[in-house]
């Protein structure tokens, strides 16, 4: 890791050799930065005195989001274990990590299931996952006093009809994240699982692939959160004293039960 410079805000694009300017400042990682919950939480975060490093593949947006906050933005593919290592050479320190990067692609069934999509779901949101923790994770072992935030979705606690690639793939990750906490007790790491229902974000446009009108039909006659309230939960976990580690945090909006029933379904 690098040595801290004097200026608390840089950017830098994939292949260069940045450095990573806190001051004294905690740093925390956010991941899927770009937009909804992740800059949401980034900002959040900023309020509350961290040096924020903002990561994602849409370079411009988090350079805009980290002049915003003072903080510092990355072109970070955690799919790309290069990319991985180039964020870690650049940190002088970690104290928080966000693990928000991730999303679902398509509604098929598993009777004709995009194996690509599967693919994308499963490198994005498990091994993407592991890829950025386990590197990150000696730092925030050394920090004395680590937080790692994952967000999963109430779809890594329950199945739902056509859903079974991002299903399988949020409970594969939430799994390694409860693994995770059992291995690292003792440590002075707190790891804490938040499990979002309907997020009204970029996610279902993603997920029908930049069809506007679908991914609007989602949320009509029905009142989703918005990424604010998840940002919102993440800053009350990471200002908690370091003795308290909120383990799993189930949040939906009022009107959603279950990820398969709502006041539109009944």
């Keep these: 890791m690098t040595s801290a410079s004097s200026d608390p805000t840089t950017t830098t694009s994939a292949g260069s050799d940045p450095t990573i300017s806190p001051g004294d400042a905690?740093?925390?990682?956010?991941?899927?930065?770009?937009?909804?919950?992740?800059?949401?939480?980034?900002?959040?975060l900023a309020a509350q005195g961290f040096h924020v490093v903002v990561g994602a593949r849409r370079f411009d947006r988090v350079s805009a989001l980290a002049r915003e906050i003072g903080g510092t933005a990355v072109e970070l593919d955690i799919t790309d274990q290069s990319s991985v290592d180039a964020l870690v050479a650049?940190?002088?320190r970690v104290d928080v990590l966000v693990n928000n990067a991730g999303g679902a692609k398509g509604m098929a069934s598993v009777?004709?299931?995009?194996?690509?999509?599967?693919?994308?779901?499963?490198?994005?949101?498990?091994l993407g996952t592991l890829r950025i923790t386990k590197a990150l994770?000696?730092?925030?072992?050394?920090?004395?006093?680590?937080?790692?935030?994952?967000?999963?979705?109430?779809?890594?606690?329950?199945?739902?009809?056509?859903?079974?690639?991002?299903t399988s793939a949020k409970h594969a990750e939430?799994?390694?994240?409860?693994?995770?906490?059992?291995?690292?007790?003792?440590?002075?790491?707190?790891?804490t699982e938040v499990c979002p229902g309907m997020v009204e974000t970029e996610f279902s446009m993603v997920r029908f692939g930049g069809d506007q009108a679908r991914a609007d039909a989602v949320y009509e006659g029905l009142t989703p959160l918005i990424a604010d309230?998840?940002?919102?939960?993440?800053?009350?976990?990471?200002?908690?004293p370091s003795r308290v580690n909120l383990d799993q945090i189930v949040v939906r909006p009022r009107d959603q039960a279950t990820s398969?029933?709502?006041?539109?379904t009944g």
């Design 111 to 126: 009777a004709d299931a995009v194996i690509d999509d599967w693919t994308w779901m499963w490198e994005t949101n498990v």
């Design 229 to 240: 309230d998840i940002a919102e939960i993440i800053g009350f976990v990471a200002s908690r």
């Design 260 to 264: 398969r029933r709502n006041i539109k």
């Design 26 to 44: 905690k740093v925390a990682v956010v991941t899927g930065a770009s937009s909804g919950i992740g800059e949401a939480t980034a900002k959040e």
């Design 174 to 191: 939430a799994v390694l994240h409860r693994t995770l906490r059992l291995e690292l007790l003792g440590q002075p790491v707190r790891l």
């Design 137 to 166: 994770l000696p730092g925030l072992i050394a920090s004395g006093d680590g937080l790692i935030v994952t967000v999963t979705s109430t779809a890594a606690l329950e199945a739902y009809d056509n859903g079974a690639g991002y």
């Design 90 to 92: 650049a940190l002088p």
